[in-house]
């Protein structure tokens, strides 16, 4: 189980993260929505100590630290227990699919090269790349690329993946292929965090759908409550801006 | 009086080709040596440690401010009167010291743009998966850093081979010496020193061929 409590994080004077507490269960499949800048990716992006928070406790596993004392060995235990899927997929130029996925086998779990290379090639056929084994990054399509952003996440065999917003770079024709991919994933029940602005995903995988807003969570629920009525004003003013012409949303009279 | 004397030119090819052996051990080595450094220099830039990122600055600034002759003179004739130990310096070793020092300051200041060059978001999926940052450096920046910094450090390479012909100021009897020693005897200027400049202008050809050929190879895991 993943969480935290009392996460706050600031840039310059403003609390980007203003209190976030959040609980996820082993095989929980949650997603994040929520306006433009209100700190979604600041969210995962501290599960994952890429930012470091300014306040708050974060429990994985049985890591359980103050988020401002962790020290260098508690932030590579977070960072190990999670994994990350970017934007804008964030391969590794110099290295082909299979290394991309072994890497963190041989690097960070110190397995041999011939048995982390072979569980790449699991992957790389759980993902449907295994013809692209020995393809770089750069002669990969974007949908192509994500999914082995994805697999390198698999291969983690963290506690979590955190998605920020893994098909908003792709050219709409890729789209498919990764939501796809995603919901082969939620299928067997792995863990997932994911910041998106796919509607439908959340409606058809989500367990509990969360709304963020100015640094905190304002609302959340099983993705049909939540979407078919909205208790906060400001959730369903988002609602209605994303949604308008794809549900119609019950406004409570 | 003939325009040139080919055969004064030819006959010194041999001679020449004795010596070219330490012009090349001078370059290597300085090259080798300048790498490290560079890399040590562009790694504290890049990271801004306290204390030898200044220190980084002031070397740098130095090494590139000043004639690379100034410093060959400064190592061979000023440090040893500085330097009790040093008095045994000699000019091969003056040399090398001199031109690691002088490229390195250049050298480190391309390394440095190279790897801050990386696309920063790699940096993040690396740590993101749990490597260190040493770990990082080792097996995501440097190599990539390597392929956009290649082609300058081969420049400064050819520079710096070409820069060993000053080591004969400090009575090393390399390329240019030799050509020096010779022409003292014949006078024929114009036939050695050409001469000379064939020999330097065919390695930096060779040089040049092989960069190509390496580029191609550093560059295939870019290819669409
Ligand atoms: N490194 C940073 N330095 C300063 N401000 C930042 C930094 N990163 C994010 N911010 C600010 O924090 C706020 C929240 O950013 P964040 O990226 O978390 O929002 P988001 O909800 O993911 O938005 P989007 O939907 O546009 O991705 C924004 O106002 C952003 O400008
Ligand atoms: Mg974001």
Redesign the interface.
């Known amino acids: 189980m993943i969480k935290v409590t009392g996460l706050v994080k600031r840039f310059g004077g403003t609390a980007v993260l203003d209190g976030i507490d959040l609980a996820i269960e082993q095989g929980e499949i949650i997603v994040v929505i929520g306006p433009s800048g209100t700190g979604k990716s600041t969210l995962l992006r501290c599960l994952?100590?890429?930012e470091r928070p300014d306040a708050g406790r974060l429990t994985i596993g049985d890591l359980d630290v103050d988020v401002t004392r962790a020290s260098r060995a508690d932030i590579?235990?977070a960072?190990?227990r999670?994994?990350?899927v970017?934007q804008?997929y964030?391969?590794?130029?110099?290295?082909?699919a299979l290394e991309n996925i072994a890497?963190?086998l041989i690097?960070?779990n110190r397995w041999p090269k011939e048995k982390a290379h072979a569980r790449a090639r699991e992957i790389l056929e759980r993902i449907g790349l295994a013809d692209k084994a020995d393809a770089?990054p750069?002669?990969l399509s974007g949908g192509q690329q994500q999914r082995v952003g994805i697999g390198?996440a698999m291969a983690?065999q963290a506690e979590v993946i955190l998605f920020d917003e893994p098909t908003s770079s792709l050219d709409p024709e890729w789209v498919e292929e990764v939501l796809n991919l995603m919901k082969q994933l939620a299928r067997e029940r792995q863990t997932m965090l994911v910041v998106t602005h796919e509607m439908s995903f959340a409606r058809d995988v989500a367990d509990r759908v969360i709304f963020m807003e100015g640094g905190r969570i304002v609302e959340q629920g099983p993705p049909d409550q939540l979407f078919s009525s909205p208790q906060d004003p400001r959730t369903r003013d988002f609602l209605h801006k994303v949604l308008a012409t794809q549900v119609t949303i019950d406004t409570p009279t | 009086m003939q325009v040139l004397d080919v055969d004064y030119m030819l006959g010194l090819v041999p001679i020449l080709l004795r010596y070219l052996p330490l012009t090349l051990q001078m370059a290597a080595v300085g090259m080798a040596l300048a790498l490290v450094l560079a890399c040590g220099l562009a790694v504290i830039r890049v990271l801004r440690i306290p204390g030898l990122n200044a220190a980084t600055l002031l070397f740098i600034s130095f090494f590139r401010g000043t004639p690379l002759l100034v410093q060959l003179f400064l190592f061979y004739y000023g440090l040893p009167q500085l330097l009790a130990f040093l008095t045994q310096i000699n000019g091969i070793t003056a040399t090398i010291m001199g031109l690691t020092l002088h490229f390195s300051a250049y050298m480190a200041e391309s390394i440095r743009a190279a790897i801050v060059g990386v696309d920063r978001s790699q940096t993040e999926a690396a740590l993101s998966i749990g490597m260190t940052n040493g770990q990082l450096m080792l097996r995501i920046v440097l190599p990539q850093a390597t392929r956009v910094a290649v082609p300058t450090l081969m420049n400064y390479f050819i520079d710096m081979i070409k820069a060993t012909s000053l080591a004969f100021t400090l009575g090393v009897t390399e390329l240019m010496g030799a050509t020096q020693k010779e022409v003292a005897g014949s006078f024929l200027y114009f036939e050695a020193f050409i001469t000379v400049a064939i020999f330097y202008w065919v390695i930096v050809e060779l040089l040049a061929w092989f960069q190509r050929r390496l580029e191609i190879r550093l560059n295939e895991a870019y290819r669409r």
């Not at chain 1, 964030?90 to 082909?96: D, P, Q, V």
Request: glycine share 4%.
């Open positions: 994952n100590f890429l590579l235990t960072r190990r999670t994994a990350f970017f804008n964030a391969l590794f130029a110099n290295k082909t890497e963190g690097v960070v770089y750069a002669s390198r983690a």
